[in-house]
């Protein structure tokens, strides 16, 4: 039956459509009028569409140019020759050996300016001593080592390094490459994995603008993002901020987090305006931090009634470069001060600092008690004597830091949520 006939039959009977029309191609060339005319008709079973065929020879049929070039390369490799390219484009493409000499020769062409590429000559046979005559073998191109070498990239949390892609090449093709060879190859295959920076970017207003639908009580906001074009050709950077806390059980909960291009004055106080918006100004809340001075600034203008405490690990790193001397003595007299429940046993303990290295206690003073003492805070700070919150999390990103923007921020969202999930069993 053909198409058109089933077309009006379909027009009459409504019910005829459950009948599927199938439709089957074989390539035939018929002639009319001394004119050639292609008839596409091929069967899609015999189409080659997998990089990793062996056998090459003459009629088969390529989906595409880059498939049947692909292959190609894999079978110079294998067969441990060089070809040169004889001519290539849109509809043909054309191989020599290296050898000026040798009857090798590989000819392909388009099916009727299709995609689709048909083997018509394939001469397989090398009048030259081509064997072993390469040791980095031209044909091992980054674009077929990137197809060989993308499953191992799928998952971000691996190293795989360019000496571990040349180990690979060596093991599975025999082929040797140089570092740059494997250090382009990782570049072209991860952005083939990722797309390119700069089109991530593109994703973000629709990416938020789903967020917004999916989590309609959050608070989700971007003010703008200006990509300067002199800039695609290299990675954009930008800095990874979050607030979190701990629930009651001791987990980590996630409150808000962005990516900033720095950590400057202008981007502390816009994400501070927006966490009080979606937040408030809760009873006994606190904010614990580093000692950032845009933080401890900002942090007062638009909160000026909540406890800012610092974290005691950055203090004591403070004190560490500050002051020389003692440090294993302070350390233990420092953090057993800042846990310290009772005045007596902080009183105590502020004696024995003083008899170490009266600086360091009189630059705590200075700090202010209530800024890094359990004792002297004003709210209690329970378990939160630390920043190591925003540590675990940064810890736990590591390796996505290399995403681009979007997929980097659906990363945390992921990981955010496992751990919601897992934290409410």
């Not at 009006?8 to 009028?33: A, D, H, Q, R, W």
Request: aromatic share 12%; glycine share 4%.
């Amino acid at each position: 039956m053909g198409y058109r006939m089933y077309v009006e039959l379909k027009k009459e009977n409504k019910e005829f459509e459950m009948y599927p029309l199938c439709i089957t191609t074989i390539e035939k060339e018929l002639v009319s009028g001394g004119q050639a005319i292609g008839v596409f008709e091929l069967d899609k079973d015999l189409i080659i569409s997998k990089t990793n065929q062996r056998k090459v020879m003459a009629g088969q049929v390529y989906k595409d140019k880059a498939t049947l070039k692909e292959v190609m390369e894999n079978y110079a490799i294998s067969q441990r020759f060089q070809f040169r390219v004889d001519r290539s484009n849109t509809v043909s493409y054309a191989l020599l050996c290296m050898s000026e000499d040798c009857e090798w020769r590989f000819k392909a062409s388009s099916i009727n300016k299709s995609e689709l590429f048909k083997v018509r000559e394939f001469i397989d046979n090398h009048t030259c001593p081509f064997k072993d005559k390469v040791h980095e073998q031209r044909q091992a191109s980054s674009s077929l080592i990137g197809g060989m070498i993308r499953p191992k990239l799928t998952n971000h949390k691996r190293k795989y390094t360019p000496k571990d892609i040349i180990d690979d090449v060596k093991s599975d093709l025999g082929v040797d490459i140089s570092y740059m060879l494997a250090w382009r190859t990782k570049e072209k295959a991860i952005n083939f994995l990722r797309g390119e920076p700069v089109d991530s970017y593109k994703k973000l207003s629709g990416y938020l603008y789903t967020m917004d639908i999916t989590y309609p009580a959050s608070h989700i906001r971007m003010t703008h993002v200006v990509v300067d074009g002199s800039h695609v050709k290299s990675y954009y950077t930008g800095t990874f901020i979050s607030a979190s806390t701990l629930d009651g059980a001791g987990h980590i909960l996630p409150l808000a987090y962005g990516v900033i291009d720095s950590e400057n004055d202008a981007v502390w106080t816009w994400f501070f305006e927006q966490f009080k918006i979606a937040y408030g100004d809760r009873k006994n809340m606190c904010i614990v931090s580093n000692r950032n001075e845009s933080i401890i600034k900002f942090v007062s203008r638009v909160y000026p009634h909540v406890p800012h405490f610092a974290c005691i690990w950055h203090l004591w790193n403070n004190v560490y470069k500050k002051f020389k001397k003692s440090h294993v003595k302070l350390s233990e007299i420092y953090f057993s001060m800042a846990k310290a429940y009772t005045q007596a046993e902080f009183d105590s303990l502020m004696e024995k600092m003083e008899k170490v290295d009266i600086r360091v206690k009189e630059y705590l003073e200075l700090v202010g008690y209530e800024k890094w003492a359990r004792l002297y805070a004003p709210v209690n700070r329970g378990w939160t004597m630390t920043s190591n919150i925003a540590e675990s999390i940064n810890a736990a990103l590591v390796s996505a830091r290399e995403f681009p923007i979007y997929d980097f921020l659906e990363e945390v969202r992921k990981m955010f949520g496992r751990w919601n999930c897992s934290n409410r069993k």
